[in-house]
């Protein structure tokens, strides 16, 4: 199993964080790949330039700030497990987010790897433009 994290740290409180990564319709804006997004109660449709990706809402954790989803359908090869987690940590005045990818089949790492990383970049991107 291919095991990816990543993290940053923003100028923001961490409920204000929290609060814009959990909402569905802001990921076009800081998630590069994703040109847009929904919520039909149980899964999140992430349209991206190469298609839709179907991801199923697992965790929403509000007093942790944890939340995870699965990849269900879209990524180019079948996929076996998959789970992405996105924790929002108190750091100072400020906070940490922490994105982390379980994932096989091992060769979709790269993939997720790539978009995640973008992913990561532009939570720090959006979060600095906006202080």
């Given at each position: 199993?291919?095991?990816?994290?990543?993290?940053?740290?923003?100028?923001?409180?961490?409920?204000?964080?929290?609060?814009?990564?959990?909402?569905?319709?802001?990921?076009?804006?800081?998630f590069?790949?994703?040109?847009?997004?929904?919520?039909?109660?149980?899964?999140?449709?992430?349209?991206?330039?190469?298609?839709?990706l179907?991801?199923?809402?697992?965790?929403?954790?509000?007093?942790?700030?944890?939340?995870?989803?699965?990849?269900?359908?879209?990524?180019?090869?079948?996929?076996?497990?998959?789970?992405?987690?996105?924790?929002?940590?108190?750091?100072?005045?400020?906070s940490?987010?922490?994105?982390?990818?379980?994932?096989?089949?091992?060769?979709?790492?790269?993939?997720?790897?790539?978009?995640?990383?973008?992913?990561?970049?532009?939570?720090?991107?959006?979060?600095?433009?906006?202080?």
């Open positions: 199993m291919a095991t990816l994290r990543f993290d940053t740290r923003v100028e923001q409180d961490p409920d204000r964080v929290w609060t814009v990564l959990t909402d569905v319709r802001t990921i076009p804006d800081w590069p790949a994703v040109l847009e997004a929904r919520f039909d109660g149980e899964y999140r449709h992430l349209r991206t330039p190469e298609g839709t179907k991801a199923l809402v697992v965790t929403k954790n509000d007093e942790l700030r944890r939340f995870q989803y699965r990849f269900v359908e879209g990524l180019p090869s079948p996929i076996e497990y998959h789970l992405g987690t996105i924790d929002v940590l108190p750091d100072g005045d400020g940490r987010v922490v994105y982390s990818q379980e994932i096989l089949p091992q060769n979709l790492a790269p993939i997720v790897e790539r978009a995640v990383g973008e992913g990561i970049a532009g939570i720090a991107r959006y979060f600095a433009a906006r202080p």
